[in-house]
């Protein structure tokens, strides 16, 4: 199965305040040994891989460059990435290659660089097209800047283009995201993601909003109520013109999917570099084999990740980590914790889940335990089926991490 | 010793009125206690006491004293209790007196406790030595002072000594004047022994100390003793005197104060106020005045993590062993799980087992809201005593109940009278008196109820009177008022551990400032959840928890799905850690926030 590829750049302009990410603001002059770093690993992969117990794959059919800004990088910078990535993988036909940009980044020689690397999807962090709405939490851009890059990024050739929004921003009224949704709809971008602000301890923004406080416009900040009802509406208008939602927070016009993004609801492995990136690989199947069938007492030589079907490791999420070698964390996913993830991650998606092939992958006995779990959802209007597949409803959706924790089962960590 | 050379005396004072460090220049001036190994204040032993600043454990010091009579007296030395929750080991402690010091702060005049522990005093016919503290201090107003306890005590204070205590000025004036003005004690060695017990603690490596003052015959090594209220007999292994080291000596007699063992493992055994005398030759008649202590205010003590349950009862067992002045059954609370129903002398009590439990056990606790103990007459002529508001008979089977009432004392400055009194007549008050006792000095006597008292009356008189306003009160009847239970009912299940019990014209108050307490604390839930105040079957108030709307993690950075399982993993243990009654969950923190919604914040 060919993987995906996500590149880390963890510069930016500005720290937004929502942003919960492992970015920040660096000099220049740490982009030089950060690309160095990078680099590197992508030519260690397969050794890493192995370490890790994963499953390594050379073809590759999506490479997705995410932030942080990555075309604050110069043309030099973002050439020598795509290069590294062409000459250690096997890029299939019709890869899909994501940048991620922010408005107003993309200069006349970044777009130049992006057309030669074969980049052929951009995504747009736009999140409101009201300019006051945009400043108050950072932004750098203004709405006219979204349109003018609009113009570029379609005369460059590239089409494919994703606009970030978020429902919940301070002073956000319900006039206000109709226009944003308004203008993200007028900009013709056949993929819209639409987040809702989260207040978690990881950006500055949501630990303000848990303390109650007023730093960075948190009193500001519409309610809970509010941000649902902006998101239904979001949903409702979306899917009226055609772009349809497909995951909690994506909406594509048919065929306009991120295939990038889709690995990680359905589980295809995927390697990650740069600060803060996340790999998941298969564990050799051999390994499972001998744990599960043909294990025998005195068999000394099977796999140490016999049992896991899967592993995940993250690099440091500090850019001195990173720049250190520091080793990656490393957490090994068994069975269970693979069939929880079919569920938690695959409901994120529209289509839902289809029970017949979890259990055709992990067993009808395995996928029966969580019957009773799926009735009483369905019992309280949070999911529904249909056939054998089953999916959140309209509510479950808004209330997702309710759904999800149900299929979670907390064990000690293992590994 | 000649009886005519020892002297048995207390100190009455105020916290802060200079009791301890008068007592440290008494152990230095008899050269009790060497400098070098003199911590402040040495008589408040236990961690506890010496952080609160106040005294719960009485202990005794014999000094010994050369007069400028020339002749060498015995001074025993009668620490008590500062707290009104301790009055009954107060008045034991001032019975094996035959004098006492009252020591003022010059600058701050007398307060409700000196002065109810005066009283005391008095009426055990106690000689009393009017001392004026703190001298020294600018602020110091010696006139308005002996005005003060003249007006309020009742005392003469023409030969009331003034002295610092800090300093050590005036203060061998005081040894010369308990020489000179208590009398000796009465009381022969040759007749049936009678020893009042006066304090007993338990010690880990001898069991039960207990403390004795011997009033008829004498106590030795080796003699068999018997406690009078229970009948019990014991060895008697050891006698000793505190000095303040522990010093062991052969005999006490009529007169004397020390301690002793005798292999007692239970402080239970060893009842304050006792009367203990000689098994072969006992006494005809115990010494007057001991009385059961009857605990005041109950509550229940619950574990933060059940599977603490265990060890709360050890360590109440323990806890027990120490301080037989509060009680504790076993209970189980639909909300908490299993917990104890636990009765103490008073808030100041329960507070201190509670944080001894906390610190000394290491326990995380929940406290339900403290109440009292109500004597119900049910309608078919039953008569019950309930103190826990999940035995609160339906209301149609009480024909009557009656709550206990305090005789309260408050002293305080003029200025801050018009907030007490609002403040009593908020909480049911009856005056009884209101006097000036000085120019400026007010001294109020209400009858209360126990029941307002225990939330939050400390703290209100406190913040209406800016600290200065003293409390002292002793229990003085019963009224018969219209008390009911009221409960709160979360999705329709009520939450024992919630219920209170309340006088009716404070039901709807109450009621309505609890369901909006609990609005604010419990956490939105799939559905709506109704918050209900009730008195039986009738709602009196209600708040609604609306349904939660929104419970997402859109964004997924760069396939981070450990992050995303780790949020779902907290989250499903949060709410493992609360308590789940009937389909809602409810956080610890409800149940101790609870407790803080006192009327005055309704």
């Known amino acids: 199965m060919a993987l995906g590829v996500y590149l880390s750049v963890p510069f930016c302009r500005t720290k937004c305040s929502y942003c919960n990410f492992a970015s920040d603001v660096f000099s220049r002059a740490t982009f030089a040994g950060y690309i160095d770093r990078i680099c590197s690993d992508i030519e260690r992969a397969p050794v890493v891989a192995e370490q890790m117990g994963g499953q390594y794959e050379s073809s590759v059919d999506t490479v997705y460059l995410g932030g942080g800004t990555p075309t604050l990088l110069d043309s030099a910078q973002l050439e020598r990435l795509f290069v590294t990535i062409r000459q250690n993988f096997c890029l299939q036909p019709e890869t899909e290659i994501t940048v991620e940009c922010a408005p107003g980044t993309l200069t006349a020689p970044v777009l130049e ?216 964390k490393r957490t090994p996913l068994s069975r269970q914790a693979a069939i929880e993830e079919i569920f938690f991650l695959g409901l994120r998606l529209i289509r839902g889940v289809d029970l017949r092939q979890a259990a055709t992958q992990f067993g009808v006995d395995s996928i029966n335990e969580f019957a009773a779990t799926i009735s009483e959802l369905k019992e309280n209007g949070l999911l529904e089926s249909d056939g054998s597949v089953i999916r959140l409803t309209t509510r479950g959706r808004l209330l997702s991490n309710e759904v999800f924790e149900k299929f979670i089962t907390i064990a000690e960590s293992v590994g | 010793m000649d009886r005519a050379l020892i002297r048995n005396f207390a100190i009455i004072a105020h916290i802060d009125h200079g009791k301890s460090t008068l007592a440290d220049r008494l152990l230095e001036l008899t050269g009790s206690v060497s400098a070098r190994e003199m911590q402040a204040q040495v008589l408040d032993a236990m961690d506890l006491e010496r952080e609160r600043g106040i005294t719960i454990k009485a202990h005794a010091v014999r000094m010994m004293y050369q007069a400028k009579d020339g002749q060498i007296y015995q001074l025993n030395l009668i620490d008590t209790p500062g707290h009104v929750d301790f009055s009954y080991e107060v008045s034991r402690s001032l019975a094996a007196c035959e004098g006492a010091l009252l020591v003022v702060d010059a600058s701050q005049g007398v307060e409700a406790q000196t002065l109810a522990n005066s009283y005391l005093a008095i009426n055990h016919g106690l000689e009393i030595i009017p001392v004026i503290n703190k001298i020294d201090l600018q602020s110091a107003d010696v006139a308005r002072t002996k005005e003060m306890i003249e007006s309020t005590v009742g005392l003469d204070t023409t030969d009331a000594l003034l002295i610092s205590a800090k300093t050590g000025q005036g203060v061998p004036d005081v040894l010369e004047a308990i020489i000179k003005r208590v009398p000796p004690p009465k009381g022969l060695p040759e007749r049936h022994l009678q020893a009042l017990l006066f304090d007993s603690w338990f010690d880990s490596y001898r069991g039960v100390v207990v403390l004795v003052r011997v009033f008829e015959g004498s106590m030795r090594a080796g003699q068999k003793i018997r406690l009078w209220s229970n009948g019990r007999v014991f060895e008697l292994e050891t006698l000793g005197v505190l000095t303040p080291k522990p010093v062991v000596i052969n005999e006490l007699v009529a007169g004397e104060v020390g301690f002793l063992f005798a292999n007692i493992k239970s402080v239970a055994d060893t009842k304050i106020g006792d009367t203990i005398t000689d098994d072969e030759q006992p006494a005809i008649e115990p010494l007057p005045g001991f009385e059961e202590i009857r605990p005041m205010v109950f509550a229940g003590l619950y574990t933060v993590d059940a599977h603490e349950h265990t060890q709360l009862r050890e360590a109440l067992d323990k806890l027990r062993l120490n301080d037989s002045s509060f009680f504790f059954e076993p209970e189980s609370s639909v909300a908490l799980g299993f917990g104890f129903r636990c009765g103490f002398l008073g808030l100041l009590h329960m507070e201190i087992i509670q944080e001894r439990l ?245």
């Not at chain 2, 403290?370 to 119900?376: F, T």
């Open chain 1, 113 to 328: 660089v992006l057309r030669r690397c074969g980049v052929n999807r951009v995504s747009l962090g736009v999140q409101s097209f009201v300019d006051a709405e945009a400043a108050v939490v950072g932004r750098l851009h203004k709405r006219a800047t979204v349109f003018d890059d609009l113009e570029n990024l379609r005369s460059a050739g590239i089409t494919n283009i994703n606009i970030d929004l978020i429902a919940g921003l301070p002073y956000q009224t319900t006039e206000c995201w109709e226009r944003s949704l308004s203008d993200a709809i007028a900009s013709a971008a056949p993929h819209i993601s639409v987040y809702m602000l989260e207040a978690d301890e990881d950006s500055r923004l949501g630990r303000e909003l848990i303390a109650g406080g007023t730093k960075y416009h948190a009193h500001f900040v519409p309610d809970d109520d509010l941000t649902a009802d902006f998101y239904l509406a979001g949903c409702e208008r979306l899917n009226a013109v055609g772009i349809s939602h497909y995951e909690i927070s994506n909406f594509a016009r048919h065929g306009f999917e991120s295939r990038h993004n889709l690995k990680y609801w359905t589980r295809q492995p995927y390697l990650g570099f740069g600060v803060d990136a996340h790999s998941m690989l298969k564990v050799d199947r051999a390994g499972k084999n001998f744990s599960e069938d043909k294990r025998t007492e005195t068999d000394e030589t099977v796999s140490p990740w016999r049992g896991f079907e899967a592993v995940r490791f993250a690099m440091p999420d500090s850019l001195e980590g990173y720049i250190a070698v520091r080793p990656p």
């Open chain 2, 358 to 602: 906390e610190r000394e056990f290491n326990l995380d606790l929940i406290i339900t809201a403290p109440g009292v103990r109500y004597k119900i007459t049910k309608t078919d002529g039953e008569l019950i005593e309930v103190d826990n508001p999940s035995k609160w008979p339906n209301q149609s089977e009480i024909a009557k109940v009656e709550e206990p009432v305090i005789l309260a004392t408050i002293l305080t400055n003029e200025e801050y009278v018009g907030g007490i009194l609002k403040l009593v007549e908020e909480k049911r008050g009856k005056q009884k008196s209101f006097e000036y006792v000085s120019s400026s000095r007010v001294m109020l006597q209400y009858e209360l109820p126990l029941n307002e008292i225990v939330l939050d009356f400390y703290d209100r008189l406190k913040s209406v009177s800016r600290g200065y306003a003293s409390l002292d009160y002793h229990l003085a009847g019963y009224w018969e008022s219209p008390m009911s239970k009221l409960d709160i009912l979360v999705a329709g299940e009520p939450v024992d551990a919630l219920s209170i019990i309340v006088h009716r014209d404070f039901a709807y108050d109450r009621g309505r400032a609890l369901a909006s307490k609990m609005k604010e604390l419990i956490p939105r839930q799939m559905f709506e959840v109704a918050i209900q105040a009730a008195i039986g079957a009738k709602i009196i108030a209600r708040e609604t928890v609306p349904a939660m709307r929104k419970n997402v993690l859109a964004k997924c950075y760069g396939g981070d799905i450990t992050r995303k399982r780790k949020l779902l993993e907290k989250q499903k243990e949060g709410k493992k850690r609360m308590k789940r009654i009937g389909r809602v969950d409810i956080p610890q923190e409800a149940f101790l926030a609870v407790l803080k919604v006192g009327e005055g914040s309704s």
